[in-house]
């Protein structure tokens, strides 16, 4: 107990304190069932990883180049499965596939939408290319996939039909 | 209270496929409220998946994820029984772990 308790306090006292008064409210009955607060191994999700610069972007390139420092090239190895048409912007499902070696990134860009980043995902060696979730789209817009690849970046592209749109318009 | 986070994590072979769920607003800060007042934003920023010490998956998501956000991955590795951590952090600072059995 005390070794882990060490190697947690040095550099984030903060958040270590945040998590553990997180989990004893919010996780109190199944703290208890753990048999103590389930003390993680090193740091939970840190707001100081989101790229707020990239996610402010307005433009394809600029978000690639600020999230990536580089372009994508299309690619029939990175599948983008979304709907032709979206009843509802307010939940479009979006899943990408890749069959590219070695991927450490997936991010999604609606081009149409306020900020064209939608979402970026990091995929850490061993965890599968392939990410499903959903996104809010403002109008009919163009949906991109990209993965990186080897250092490289790929893409597939998509246009989904917003009936209604889901950014409060 | 009950965590804002469900998760369901199966381990088939020598995969496991992780469904997650987040009560979580994520307002846009471009939605009205019924008094023509903007709601401000307030969503979900960093998403993290750990499994045997090792982070297994991150999200960062923009106000562009949907309201109470899913994702769906997977990862090699992980047997039943084995703990998969969960937790996350918003734009206010807001946070919430869960630790989940691997099934």
């Given amino acids: ?169 | 209270m009950a965590s804002t986070i469900r998760v369901r994590a199966v381990a088939s072979g020598d995969t496991t496929e992780v469904q997650s769920l987040i009560q979580h607003p994520m307002d846009s800060g471009f939605v009205k409220d019924s008094k023509g007042e903007l709601i401000p934003a307030h969503y979900i920023e960093v998403v993290q998946f750990e499994h045997d010490g090792k982070i297994v998956f991150k999200a960062l998501w923009g106000p562009a994820v949907s309201k109470d956000p899913y994702v769906k991955f997977s990862f090699k590795g992980g047997t039943k029984g084995d703990d998969l951590k969960v937790s996350w952090v918003d734009n206010k600072g807001t946070s919430d772990l869960l630790v989940a059995k691997i099934q």
Avoid at chain 1, 40 to 64: G, N, T, V
Avoid at chain 1, 88 to 94: E, H, L, R, T, W
């Fill in chain 1, 1 to 169: 107990m005390g070794e882990v308790k060490m190697a947690l306090s040095p550099d984030t006292p903060n958040s270590t304190r945040r998590t553990v008064l997180k989990g004893a409210v919010a996780g109190g009955l199944a703290s208890l069932a753990f048999g103590g607060f389930p003390f993680p191994a090193f740091a939970d999700a840190d707001a100081k990883d989101w790229p707020q610069d990239a996610f402010k972007q307005k433009s394809e390139a600029d978000a690639l180049k600020t999230l990536y420092s580089k372009s994508a090239e299309p690619s029939d190895k990175v599948t983008l499965d979304a709907p032709e048409i979206a009843e509802n912007g307010a939940v479009v499902p979006v899943a990408i596939t890749s069959s590219l070696p070695n991927v450490s990134g997936i991010a999604i860009l609606v081009l149409e939408n306020p900020s064209t980043l939608a979402a970026a995902y990091k995929i850490p060696e061993g965890t599968k290319a392939a990410v499903a979730s959903r996104l809010k789209m403002a109008k009919t817009s163009k949906v991109i996939a990209v993965v990186e690849s080897e250092g490289k970046l790929y893409s597939a592209t998509r246009e989904v039909k917003v009936t209604v749109g889901g950014c409060g318009g």
